[in-house]
């Protein structure tokens, strides 16, 4: 019996669909499920939905919901986090501020402005809990789904807590081109490798009923060339609305239709990134240099924090339905690695760990994305050797940024969060350092609530 604790249970749709995919596996149907967070109506939300489920499909699932973080740790084998400190009032501060100051963030969570600032809210939470863990359950795998990913799992690792992160973009990214080719997504064979919302497809081949094997990086150079940017010149238009909502011809909202910015850069570096273009035209300095230039690559506006604001909860009651109409996993990983921990069969996953020697040309302790296999033995990362040079070069380019923040966090030195600011890519790319630093400190006003550490810290330090 596997004793899994979920910290940030309340949260809209991803802890039901994480219980979902727990409940799917008969091997972890007995399974001990403790739910926690600090908001007791979202929390007993969840807890209602989950004893709703377990009792449609007749199954001896134990749930126990807690406000307290050391009661759900208490001799936990698992421990999966899924919040944000700050909720959508943080998550506002993030990209509005940087908005004014010309730094526009389709998502910002992972890196920039966003992304360090929501990684700096959350570590003294993430203290908390690996000190409980330490005390309480020393054994348990920490399995992370908070963004920035790679700056968390940084921390997390850095102190002492067995961790790995977990994402989807390496399965999504496959499945979409895997469609794109017109191939059964059973026959393609792929290995990727990098930092989280920035690996890369190093492989990407189809497996023939006979055996061979067949690289589809030819065709797939050729057709997404011809689909993302020439086919742009052969009738693709954008409609010049004010309000940016307007579709050009041929694409869709956000998956494999608008992909300029991931083809670009499969043409100018040779391979297939693994997070979407809105995502993956934050974290360069290429294409969001001005509203018009942002167009250019990405001709329809996606933001999720506007997703967020008009459809928080909306999917709850649905999601709850298909689960009980049908109870399967989804691509996420976390359940594969529980089934797998507690003697299942052996599984690969796509997992955020320490950066030991495993991918020569990234900085060491850094947090990478690669291939894992796990058995009862646990997370086993795979050594990968050395990424093309330009490849490395790009994730240096992040990693930077990752290290500047986590050290801010490890030491409390704010002068590393203007460091990890000016470095950044994309507002490297936009603003002076001295906007840079004006842009920190309204950020660091604006969310002083969420950030002690560093309050009375602000103004007394010299960069």
């Given at each position: 019996m596997a004793n899994i604790s979920i910290i940030g249970a309340g949260g809209w749709m991803f802890p039901l669909r994480l219980i979902g995919d727990l409940l799917s596996f008969p091997t972890l149907q007995n399974s001990r499920i403790t739910l926690m967070d600090i908001d007791p109506e979202r929390l007993e939300r969840t807890h209602h939905a989950a004893l709703e489920l377990a009792a449609h499909h007749r199954?001896?699932?134990r749930f126990k919901?807690?406000?307290?973080?050391?009661?759900?740790?208490?001799?936990?084998?698992?421990?999966?986090?899924?919040?944000?400190?700050?909720?959508?009032?943080?998550?506002?501060?993030?990209?509005?501020?940087?908005?004014?100051?010309?730094?526009?963030?389709?998502?910002?969570?992972?890196?920039?402005?966003?992304g360090i600032m929501r990684f700096l809210r959350s570590a003294p939470e993430y203290k908390k809990i690996t000190q409980d863990m330490l005390e309480l359950c020393p054994d348990a795998l920490l399995v992370n789904y908070a963004n920035p990913m790679a700056m968390s799992c940084w921390y997390l690792s850095s102190l002492g807590i067995k961790t790995v992160g977990l994402c989807h973009s390496v399965q999504n990214t496959t499945h979409m081109l895997a469609r794109a080719l017109g191939m059964p997504y059973e026959q393609i064979v792929f290995r990727s490798a990098g930092l989280n919302h920035q690996a890369w497809l190093l492989e990407f081949r189809r497996r023939h009923p006979d055996g061979s094997l067949e690289d589809l990086y030819p065709r797939l150079r050729r057709e997404m060339v011809q689909t993302h940017l020439e086919g742009r010149a052969q009738g693709w238009t954008l409609a010049d609305s004010g309000d940016?909502?307007?579709?050009?011809?041929?694409?869709?909202?956000?998956?494999?239709?608008q992909e300029r910015v991931r083809t670009s850069l499969m043409h100018a570096f040779g391979y297939f990134h693994t997070e979407s273009s809105h995502h993956a035209s934050e974290y360069l300095p290429y294409f969001r240099k001005s509203p018009t230039e942002t167009l250019e690559f990405?001709?329809?506006?996606?933001?999720?924090?506007?997703?967020?604001?008009?459809?928080e909860g909306d999917d709850h009651a649905a999601l709850l339905g298909s689960l009980k109409a049908e109870l399967t996993p989804s691509l996420e990983?976390?359940?594969?690695?529980?089934?797998?921990?507690?003697?299942?069969?052996?599984?690969?996953?796509?997992?955020?760990?320490?950066?030991?020697?495993?991918?020569?040309?990234?900085?060491?302790?850094?947090?990478?994305?690669?291939?894992?296999?796990?058995?009862?033995?646990?997370?086993?990362?795979?050594?990968?050797?050395?990424?093309?040079?330009?490849?490395?070069?790009?994730?240096r380019s992040n990693a930077s940024v990752q290290e500047l923040a986590v050290q801010a966090a490890l030491t409390g030195k704010l002068e590393h969060v203007y460091h990890a600011l000016m470095l950044d890519p994309l507002t490297a790319a936009l603003l002076s350092l001295e906007r840079i630093r004006a842009m920190t400190d309204e950020l660091l006003q604006a969310q002083a609530q969420w950030l002690p550490?560093?309050?009375?810290?602000?103004?007394?330090?010299t960069v």
């Open positions: 199954l001896p699932t919901a807690t406000l307290s973080r050391r009661e759900a740790l208490e001799n936990a084998d698992f421990v999966i986090i899924t919040f944000q400190v700050g909720g959508l009032e943080a998550y506002r501060i993030d990209k509005q501020i940087p908005a004014r100051y010309g730094v526009d963030q389709a998502v910002g969570d992972t890196l920039g402005p966003g940016h909502t307007e579709k050009a011809q041929g694409f869709t909202d956000y998956e494999g239709g990405i001709p329809q506006r996606w933001d999720y924090l506007d997703i967020c604001t008009l459809h990983y976390g359940a594969r690695i529980v089934v797998a921990m507690q003697g299942g069969p052996p599984t690969v996953i796509y997992g955020n760990v320490p950066n030991r020697g495993l991918i020569e040309n990234l900085p060491y302790e850094c947090c990478v994305e690669l291939p894992c296999l796990v058995d009862a033995s646990g997370v086993q990362p795979t050594h990968i050797g050395k990424l093309p040079p330009q490849l490395a070069a790009l994730n550490q560093f309050a009375l810290e602000r103004g007394l330090q």
